[in-house]
C-alpha cells in the first residue's frame, strides 16, 4: 500500500500496467475530449527557491510557537538578543552542548547495532528490548497508533508486533522511542513544541526511510529523526532564558525565527560530530545547513524533500501556508498538488 502510494507521488508506473477498455473507441474519445490549454511548469529560480524555504522555516516556527501574526515584529528582543548569544556560543563549543544540554541516549545506538545484526536470535532480541519496560510500552503505542496500525486489534506484546511489523519496522521505532528522549521539555508553554516537534521529525523520518533504497532505510529513518537536534538544542536554551526575562516577553520577531532557521541546521550538524556519529549521518546534516543551494547528495536529498513536504503538511492543517508559497515549494520537491493532498493525508494520521 505505501509502495503504490509513492508510485502515485513521483508518478512512478509498473511497466506492465495497461489502459482498461472503457467501452469507447479512440475516436469517441476525441470527439468528447474538450480542448484544454496545458498548464505551464512553475520555473523557480534559485533567488526564489532560498526565499521560499526560508520564509516556509519562518512560518513553521510560528506554528511551533503559535504567535499571533500580529504581534510579529523585525526587531529582537532582550530575551530573543540573548539565546541568540548563546547561540554563536554553542556554535564555537558544541561539546558542552552535547554533554550538558542535549545528551543523545547512551543506549540508542547501542541497541540498534544490536537490532541491526542478523546473527541475533528472534527469541534473544524480544528478550534484550523487554529489558526496558517503560520501552516496550512506548514501541506499542507506536505500533497501536493511526500512522502505523496494520490490524483491528491492538498488538499486545514484543513478539506479537515483530510478527506484524517485522523486524527491520521494529528497529525503526525502537529507534524512534528512544530518539524521544531527547524532545523532553518541561514547562507548560514548550510541551506544544516538543508535541509539534516530534510528530515532525517522525513524519520526516516515515518520509525518508520511505523514498530510500531498501539498504538504506533504516539511515534513512534515523538521519530523519535526527536532523532537528540544533532546534531542540535552541528551544532547551530558550527554556532557561525564560526564567530571566521580562514579562510578557516573547520570541516574536522575524530576525530570531530567521536565524533559528539557519543556525539550527549548523548546531545539528555540529552535535552529530559530537555524539561521535558516523559520518553517514554528520555529512548530510553539514549539507542541509547550507540553505543557499539544493542538495545533490542522495541521502541530503532525501531529508531535504522529506522536511519540506512535512513543513508544508503541517502548517497546510491549520491553514497557515500560502497556495502561491505552497505551489513554489512542491516545485522544487517535483511534487503536483494531487499528489501532496493525497500525502498530507497519510501524514495528518502522525
Known amino acids: 500500500m505505501v509502495i503504490g502510494f509513492f508510485k502515485k507521488l513521483f508518478n512512478v508506473r509498473d511497466r506492465n500496467e495497461q489502459a482498461k477498455f472503457t467501452g469507447v473507441t479512440t475516436a469517441e474519445k476525441r470527439q468528447q475530449a474538450k480542448p484544454q490549454t496545458p498548464v505551464p511548469a512553475i520555473e523557480v529560480t534559485e533567488h526564489q527557491a532560498v526565499e ?3 520564509d516556509l522555516s519562518a512560518l513553521f516556527y510560528s506554528l511551533l510557537f503559535a504567535t499571533p501574526s500580529t504581534t510579529t515584529t523585525g526587531i529582537a528582543n532582550n530575551l530573543e538578543r540573548s539565546v541568540m548569544q548563546n547561540i554563536e556560543q554553542a556554535l564555537s563549543s558544541p561539546q558542552s ?10 543506549k540508542i545506538l547501542e541497541l540498534d547495532k544490536k537490532l541491526g545484526d ?10 534484550l528490548i523487554e529489558q526496558d519496560p517503560l520501552l516496550c510500552v512506548e514501541v506499542l503505542k507506536l505500533c497501536n497508533s493511526p500512522a502505523f496500525k496494520r490490524a483491528d486489534t491492538d498488538v499486545s506484546s514484543i513478539q506479537q508486533a515483530l510478527v506484524q511489523v517485522g523486524r527491520q519496522q521494529l528497529r525503526q521505532f525502537i529507534t524512534a522511542c528512544l530518539a524521544r528522549e531527547l524532545i523532553d521539555i ?12 516530534w510528530r515532525h521529525s517522525m513524519q520526516v523520518a516515515f518520509l525518508a526511510s520511505e523514498l530510500a533504497s531498501n539498504e538504506q532505510r533504516d539511515s534513512a529513518f534515523l538521519l530523519g529523526l535526527l536532523h532537528d537536534v540544533g532546534k531542540i538544542a535552541i528551544f532547551k536554551m530558550l ?16 530576525l530570531f525565527k530567521q536565524v533559528m532557521t539557519t543556525k539550527s541546521l549548523t548546531l ?8 561521535q556519529l558516523s559520518q553517514h549521518f554528520e555529512t548530510p546534516l553539514t549539507l ?39 505551489a513554489v515549494l512542491l516545485a522544487q520537491v517535483e511534487c503536483s498538488e494531487e499528489d501532496f493532498i493525497e500525502l498530507h493525508q497519510k501524514l495528518i494520521q502522525f
Open 52 to 54: 521560499s524555504q526560508l
Open 268 to 275: 545539528s550538524a555540529l552535535l552529530a560530530r559530537s555524539w
Open 239 to 254: 527554556v532557561d532564558a525564560f526564567y530571566q526575562a521580562e514579562p510578557g516577553e516573547q520570541p516574536n520577531s522575524i
Open 288 to 326: 542541509l545547513a547550507n540553505t543557499n543551494i539544493k542538495p545533490t547528495d542522495g541521502m541530503t536529498l532525501l531529508i531535504w524533500k522529506a522536511n519540506i513536504i512535512s513543513e508544508c503538511s503541517m502548517l497546510l492543517q491549520v491553514d497557515k501556508l500560502p497556495q502561491p508559497a505552497l
Open 186 to 197: 518541561k514547562p507548560i508553554y514548550f510541551r506544544r513544541f516538543g508535541a509539534e516537534i
Open 97 to 106: 552542548i552535547a554533554e550538558n544540554v542535549l545528551k543523545l541516549p547512551s
Open 118 to 127: 542478523d546473527n541475533i536470535e528472534t527469541q534473544e532480541l524480544i528478550l
